[in-house]
């Protein structure tokens, strides 16, 4: 499976709090040539990210999610990186690492994601960004309810990242469905179903690679990403999970705002 590049939305207080990470990045980030840089943040990495339960050697993933080759653009790594995501295991790093070495890491989380000339100067937001209409009424209670912490892991940023916003199990979200009714009846043919020793689960592919099988997990909440040797799971398309599963804790009408909030944010 092709996952599709992480399309980039900024919204709301987002654009607020990303652009100033950014800009009080980019203060120091000047004069150090690119090379090192990358090669003091791959030290950094090693020593702060790659440990225990969390991103692997080379971002390749341990327990947490896999940073290498996801399409991340550097303004999402530097914010996430600084504030880190509320309610998970990844903490924020603007007072645990200097500025230098936050910096170093930002870029070479970015060259792992392809991106071959890191901007140590930063020069904010991509200029989408800066394009993008404030939301307003039903929106931003729609962008809430999907974000919402009361949900638990049933709130739609379990599996869904938007605007910087969640966890991007499943590739990022470009039709909107036109109704609730629709939503309720999404079709997931990405989800395929994973067999290992005679068990069986609903999975979602990230990559079938020469030394290791990388996916997510849906019969646990939130999602487990698994890394399995190769051959060791099979997988066949098709599966009996259903998307209207993951979004029970929300009413319909709470449905019809996240709706609006996701069509305000999402363009086809
Ligand atoms: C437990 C994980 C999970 C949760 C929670 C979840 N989704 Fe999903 N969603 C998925 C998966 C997995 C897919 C992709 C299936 C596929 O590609 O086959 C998906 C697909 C979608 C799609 C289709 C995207 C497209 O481009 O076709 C939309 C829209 C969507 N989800 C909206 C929501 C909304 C709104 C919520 C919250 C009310 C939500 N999802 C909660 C896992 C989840």
Not at 4 to 27: E, I, M, Q, T, Y
Not at 127 to 153: H, K, M
Not at 184 to 194: D, E, Q
Request: proline share 7%; aromatic share 6%; hydrophobic share 40%.
């Amino acid at each position: 499976m092709k996952r599709k590049p992480v399309l980039w939305r900024w919204f709301g207080s987002g654009l607020v709090r990303l652009s100033a990470a950014a800009c009080g990045l980019a203060l120091c980030g000047s004069a150090q040539n690119l090379e090192d840089m990358v090669k003091q943040g791959e030290q950094v990495f090693t020593q702060s990210c790659a440990t225990g339960y969390c991103h692997g050697v080379r971002g390749n993933a341990g327990g947490a999610p896999r940073l290498a080759a996801r399409g991340f653009e550097q303004a999402y790594i530097a914010g996430v990186v600084t504030r880190g995501i509320p309610d998970t295991g990844m903490p924020s790093f603007a007072t645990r690492l200097s500025r230098p070495d936050l910096v170093a890491v930002v870029a070479y989380v970015a060259t792992l994601n392809g991106i071959t000339d890191p901007n140590l100067g930063g020069s904010g937001p991509p200029a989408t960004a800066r394009s993008q209409p404030a939301l307003t009424g039903e929106a931003v209670r729609g962008a809430r309810l999907f974000t919402d912490a009361v949900r638990g892991f049933g709130r739609c940023s379990t599996c869904h990242e938007v605007g910087g916003f969640g966890i991007p199990v499943a590739a990022p979200i470009g039709n909107v469905p036109a109704n609730v009714a629709a939503l309720k009846v999404l079709a997931t043919p990405n989800v395929r179903t994973g067999s290992e020793a005679g068990e069986s689960m609903p999975a979602l592919v990230l990559s079938e690679g020469k030394q290791n099988t990388v996916f997510y997990d849906l019969s646990a909440t939130p999602p487990v990403l698994r890394n399995a040797a190769p051959g060791s799971v099979k997988f066949v398309d098709g599966s009996n999970w259903h998307h209207t599963s993951a979004i029970g804790a929300y009413d319909d009408a709470e449905l019809a705002a996240i709706l609006t909030f996701l069509r305000a944010v999402i363009q086809p």
